[in-house]
């Protein structure tokens, strides 16, 4: 009777998991599909599942710049701004995010609580309420249309999660094991370097792949804030694939798979990490 309720529950959660799967991967799926169309089909009713003839002429219109009405290799440029921007992003987070873990960890002092909630409560702030401000700041100190202004909001947005994720994996490490390193000689930094940076990895690379993540997709910061295409970074480059015409979906598709790829590829080779990095800076020691 027990056996039959586990493999009754087994079944049903099988069951769920699939819908889900199907649910995730069904726009992906389509996304793909569509970048082999042309633009006729795409809006044939009804609706086709697969391309009748298959093409890369998407591909290469939006790679190449082929028949765009701007500069070649200009969409390529863009995803370029795109990685450079995410990636200084996740480093300066991650040295930014590991400073103050360590502080909030391991370190006594004024509203040391009040601080840190603070970074909860950021959580909650809607994101539009700060569009005003970060555009006037942001214009105040010339920052405005530089990839550098870019990289201050995007750190700032992406700190208190990095801070949250980081500060609870170093509450877990035995104080023990520090303060041994510092009866050896060791100063607090270099404690840091060689005991706990090396025991909270895990939840580090997680801080690192959030922030990546946040700042490569963000779309509406980016379009306030830029004016040049050439320093668009490419959720704002897919924009020139909608004309006076209408959207060109076949395209925007294309453009949309050729950032996916090597981003999946990027999130699967620290996926191990950012797992185990997520469940260890869930719990407090």
């Known amino acids: 009777m027990k056996l039959g309720r586990m493999i009754h529950s087994k079944v049903i959660f099988g069951i769920i998991a699939i819908v889900i799967f199907i649910f995730i991967m069904f726009p992906i799926v389509w996304l793909v599909i569509t970048s082999f169309k042309s633009n006729d089909e795409i809006y044939l009713r009804p609706a086709l599942w697969f391309s009748k003839n298959p093409s890369v002429k998407a591909y290469k219109s939006v790679l190449l710049g082929t028949g765009l009405g701007h500069e070649k290799g200009l969409f390529l440029r863009q995803i370029g701004n795109s990685f450079i921007v995410s990636s200084i992003t996740a480093l300066i987070t991650i040295f930014l995010a590991t400073l103050a873990a360590y502080a909030f960890g391991r370190l006594k002092f004024p509203f040391r609580i009040p601080l840190f909630i603070s970074f909860v409560v950021a959580q ?133 798979t050729a950032v996916m790829i090597p981003v999946i590829v990027i999130f699967l080779l620290v996926q191990k990490h950012f797992v185990k990095g997520l469940l260890a800076g869930s719990i407090k020691g």
Do not use: N
């Open 124 to 256: 909650l702030i809607p994101g539009p309420l700060v569009f005003v401000p970060i555009f006037s700041i942001m214009k105040t100190f010339g920052f405005r249309d530089h990839l550098f202004g870019l990289i201050i909001v995007y750190v700032a947005a992406s700190l208190p999660i990095a801070i949250l994720i980081s500060t609870g994996c170093i509450r877990q490490i035995p104080a023990e094991i520090e303060e041994a390193a510092l009866v050896d000689g060791c100063t607090r930094f270099s404690a840091l370097l060689r005991v706990i940076l090396p025991l909270s990895k895990m939840p580090i690379i997680t801080a690192g792949v959030f922030s990546f993540l946040i700042s490569f997709s963000e779309y509406p910061i980016a379009l306030i804030l830029m004016d040049t295409p050439t320093k668009y970074t490419f959720p704002l480059g897919l924009g020139f694939f909608v004309t006076e015409f209408g959207p060109r979906w076949s395209d925007i598709s294309a453009g949309a």
